[in-house]
């Protein structure tokens, strides 16, 4: 466990006993010293103090003013229970939340001035000199003079408040709250709205090295080539590059060499079908039980990123769609998700485009944000007007009536009303980012919403995708989760982000552009491997990403089905649209197995592709795996390797085909050990001496598919 994570074990006990009042003085002592020596730890008090002061005040009013129900059992019926301890309970919590009132007040006030000035910025004024004391983790601030700072603070060693058992306020100590002076870092100055692809390549690396430099870490090396074209290959068109194009690659001595390779890749058929799939799967799913029209979807995204059509373009059309499932595939992603009163709907839409989790607001307001509950019947409302109509229709042959699906918007100009948490209902009209759209049956709500999201006065639109396109990447994006950006969600770059997102925006929502410049940098060609320098830069141990190495993620469902046809076959990859749909057919239905769909409110789905025993027996013995291991086709990889006169040429094929390298000489001294005792072995059960040696590399290539190497994206 790493010593965040302790940490946080310790202070989540402390806020426990403190809403249960047993508190002790040293354990007081204690979460105070915690609380204000690292912002992060101070965010979750605040956090942990709001969410029980709203649970204990729902429980204040309703314990006081709860609503008559109609019952068919009358009060005489129901029997009488004395709580004695009901007083004494209610007590109890009221003084738990003077305590943590009381101890709230005070790190807000300590908050107020560690987050760095809103106006002018200004230092604590103090007569006493700073104590000498460790500072805190650096947070970054970005003042009125556009000078970026990295504060430090020092922490009082002694407690600066006392309470009494009953948790109020007892004395305040003389011990100052002292901020260092922070120190100055260089101003970031904005890039201008025509820079060159070079320069924003150039941002990027500069932030990122800010980033490192402020957390004290040093980045892991260079990826090697073979790391760096097997990871390109799978996050840009979805698949590992077969042995042909790796060694290509590998043997180029063009200086510019990864420039080349990541427009070619851009202009690979395989990059259309990679991201039309990636899209399909976020806006419907992968499951295939929806009855919608899921080809129809992705022939719209295929047109739409083979035409590199603008982001913001894209999203109007989903988001405006009209007519039925089958003539307009942008119909779909509403189809899916209209159900429960366009909750579905109202929700996916802003997490997915904006970046933004509305869903929690649907019956209450936020309580770690100001997003309040009217602001999501808002958004609702946008949607009230679409309806799914279902028209019978003669299939080709004139056999038999068929059901089809369409999204039509009726004359409808009226009102939507949401249920508050005290039983009263509410009005609400449709208004997005402030702005409300004027009144009548004749406005589509639906057309001035994707306006609104698209039209360039708000940028969430840019930096949502941009958060999103970061995060496939590096597997982090600049908040976590990606898709609830905000205030109380600050980014890790936020000048980084901010200025991509602009950028991204100037060029016209430009998808190519966009990924050029992620996969271009400086951070996606590091190496994957830990340093002794940068094992703090760990974020599955809850730290935060600065982006010092590659971080390691699983491939997808789709990826590894893609892959496992790469190393049976590279012959058989298929480069048009429609010879690929069928394989992707074979594919859908492939992964339903790994597919959960749960009829909740938000339509979500469960995908039990994580390291499950029906993933690891579907890689030892699935058919995708026999198919590959089969020496007897000549066709496949394996054949191709057993044909090659020398252990080592056939050892460095199969390596290159499942990992995109070669062996290390330890590893292949090794292999060829196990080879030769395999082939002795075999023979000595009366097995022939070529099927003994085909069987041995069968060994080798199944192990090399089996590895974490093969299934990982490093």
């Known amino acids: 466990m790493s010593k965040q994570e302790v940490q946080l074990a310790e202070l989540s006990l402390l806020m426990e006993a403190l809403c249960e009042e047993r508190l002790t003085a040293e354990e007081q002592r204690r979460l105070e010293e915690i609380v204000l020596s690292n912002p992060d730890a101070m965010q979750y008090y605040l956090n942990y103090a709001h969410l029980h002061g709203t649970l204990y005040w729902d429980q204040a009013l309703g314990s006081d003013a709860e609503m008559a129900v109609a019952s068919p059992v009358t009060d005489a019926e129901l029997p009488v229970l004395k709580q004695p301890h009901d007083q004494v309970r209610r007590r109890s919590l009221s003084r738990a939340g003077l305590a943590a009132t009381a101890v709230l007040g005070l790190v807000v006030v300590v908050w107020y001035v560690f987050r760095g000035p809103s106006t002018e910025p200004q230092l604590a004024d103090n007569q006493q000199a700073p104590s000498e004391l460790t500072p805190g983790p650096a947070k970054t601030l970005v003042t009125e003079d556009g000078i970026r700072r990295s504060p430090q603070f020092d922490s009082s060693q002694h407690p600066m408040l006392r309470l009494r058992q009953d948790g109020t306020v007892t004395q305040l100590t003389d011990q100052p709250l002292v901020a260092a002076k922070p120190k100055a870092l260089p101003p970031v100055e904005k890039l201008p709205a025509d820079a060159s692809d070079e320069a924003i390549v150039t941002f990027i690396n500069h932030r990122i090295q800010d980033g490192w430099q402020a957390a004290n870490i040093t980045p892991s090396p260079a990826a090697t080539d073979a790391e760096w074209v097997r990871r390109v290959y799978l996050d840009v068109i979805g698949r590992i590059p077969t042995p042909e194009e790796a060694e ?28 039309s799939t990636i899209w399909t799967r976020l806006l419907i799913g992968r499951s295939t039980s929806r009855g919608i029209n899921r080809r129809a979807l992705q022939d719209f995204l295929v047109q739409s990123f083979d035409d590199n059509r603008p982001w913001n373009d894209i999203v109007f059309d989903l988001v405006a769609a009209e007519g039925d499932a089958d003539t307009n595939g942008a119909t779909n992603f509403l189809l899916a998700h209209l159900n429960n009163q366009a909750v579905p709907a109202t929700a996916i839409t802003t997490r997915l485009f904006l970046g933004t989790q509305i869903q929690c607001t649907q019956c209450h307001n936020h309580p770690f944000n100001d997003a309040t509950q009217s602001q999501f019947w808002e958004i609702n409302s946008f949607f009230k007007q679409t309806k799914i109509v279902r028209k019978k229709r003669t299939d080709k042959k004139g056999e038999k009536d068929q059901t089809q699906l369409a999204l039509v918007s009726l004359r409808d100009g009226g009102t939507t009303f949401y249920e508050t948490r005290q039983g009263l209902m509410q009005p609400a009209y449709p208004k997005f980012a402030g702005v409300k759209i004027p009144e009548g049956p004749n406005v589509n709500r639906r057309q001035e919403l994707a306006k609104l999201m698209t039209s360039g006065k708000t940028d969430q639109l840019a930096r949502a995708m941009v958060n999103r396109m970061w995060a496939h990447f590096f597997a982090y994006g600049f908040t976590r989760p990606i898709d609830d950006m905000g205030y ?17 925006a100037d060029s016209n929502y430009n998808i190519k552009q966009l990924i050029q410049w992620i996969c271009l940098s400086d951070a996606y060609r590091l190496s994957s491997q830990f340093t002794a320098d940068n094992a703090s830069d760990d974020p599955d141990d809850g730290s935060t990403p600065n982006f010092s190495r590659m971080y390691v993620k699983q491939m997808t469902v789709e990826q590894l089905y893609d892959s496992l046809l790469v190393t049976t076959n590279p012959a058989e990859i298929v480069t048009d649209y429609q010879s690929a749909w069928k394989k992707m057919q074979k594919r859908d239905q492939w992964l339903q197995q790994f597919v959960y769909t749960h009829q909740n409110e938000e339509n979500d789905e469960t995908t039990t592709f994580d390291g499950t025993i029906t993933q690891a027996l579907l890689m030892m013995n699935g058919p995708l795996v026999q198919n590959s291991l089969d020496y007897n086709r000549k066709d496949t990889i394996l054949a191709s390797a057993i044909k090659e006169r020398s252990p080592d040429a056939r050892i460095k094929k199969l390596s290159l085909a499942a990992l995109t390298r070669y062996p290390t000489s330890r590893e292949l001294t090794e292999l060829k050990r196990l080879v030769k005792e395999r082939t002795r072995y075999l023979t000595s059960r009366n097995v022939p001496p070529q099927i003994a040696v085909q069987q041995s590399y069968q060994d080798v290539y199944w192990a090399y598919l089996n590895s974490n190497e093969f299934i990982l994206i490093h």
């Open 248 to 275: 290509n690659f590998l043997k180029s001595k063009q200086p510019d060499k990864h420039q080349q390779l990541v427009q070619k890749l851009l202009e690979n058929p395989s990059y259309v079908t990679n991201w």
């Open 488 to 504: 109380h969600n600050s980014p890790t770059h936020p000048e980084l982000l901010d200025e991509l997102a602009r950028q991204f």
